[in-house]
């Protein structure tokens, strides 16, 4: 069964960091892209990062770009997301998603996700 | 970037009713559409890739249609596991980015 956890997540004050990690089983992760999503608390999706197989491409959407860093380790099937400088409206539950149709970060493919982990972004 | 908009964002509806979501991009972007269900504290689903294309163990009641710029989900015969909120997403380039949901609930 393709699975996908995360963890990491937690209260933290703005400005401050936090790591996400997301731990992959069940295929075979060095041949997929991934993705980080977030849904703030009541609202909608918004794609946030997304990573090729080799770690060769990877894109952020504005709103986290020069603040957030995606990286990813294939020898231990983990997907990570760097977080600095964090504003109070980074606060959401972050997934981690898995490019369905293969190793290009460009296909946008979504599936499956992982049951998200959340950050909230408090004094 | 691209912006998605889906209508109506709420609807109530009974079981067994027939229910069309629309979503709309800001340009074209071929038939490069996916549909999500995301049920209340859950992870979404995809339903539909391709605009049209029934993703694995998606019942045929759901049907995907569309491309440029205009697209449709319907949902033949509402069932009672069907009441969830439904996401319309652009693959066609990044940023990618979703529509604002579209809520079922139970009439």
């Known amino acids: 069964e393709v699975q996908l956890v995360e963890s990491g997540g937690g209260l933290v004050q703005p400005g401050r960091s936090l790591r996400l990690s997301c731990a992959a089983s069940?295929?075979?992760?060095?041949?997929?892209?991934m993705h980080w999503v977030r849904q703030a608390p009541g609202k909608g999706l918004e794609w946030v990062s997304g990573i090729n197989w080799n770690s060769g491409a990877i894109v952020y959407a504005d709103s986290v770009k020069g603040r957030f860093t995606i990286s990813r380790d294939n020898a231990k099937n983990s997907l990570y997301l760097e977080m600095n400088s964090l504003r109070a409206e980074d606060t959401a539950l972050y997934f981690c998603t898995r490019d369905l149709r293969g190793s290009s970060v460009r296909t946008g493919w979504f599936d499956p996700w992982g049951q998200g982990t959340l950050v909230t972004v408090s004094s | 970037d691209i912006q998605m908009t889906q209508s109506p964002s709420y609807l109530s509806a009974s079981v067994g009713d027939r229910v069309t979501i629309t979503c709309r991009a800001t340009q074209r972007i071929s038939t490069s559409l996916i549909w999500y269900q995301q049920k209340p504290g859950k992870a979404p689903k995809l339903l539909i890739s391709g605009a049209s294309t029934l993703h694995s163990g998606v019942p045929s009641r759901f049907r995907g249609s569309g491309s440029g710029t205009d697209f449709t989900l319907t949902i033949s015969s509402l069932q009672p596991e069907d009441f969830a909120t439904y996401y319309c997403?652009?693959?066609?380039?990044?940023?990618?980015?979703f529509g604002p949901g579209t809520k079922v609930d139970i009439k």
């Open positions: 069940g295929f075979t992760f060095g041949d997929y892209a």
């Open positions: 997403q652009q693959s066609y380039t990044t940023p990618f980015t």
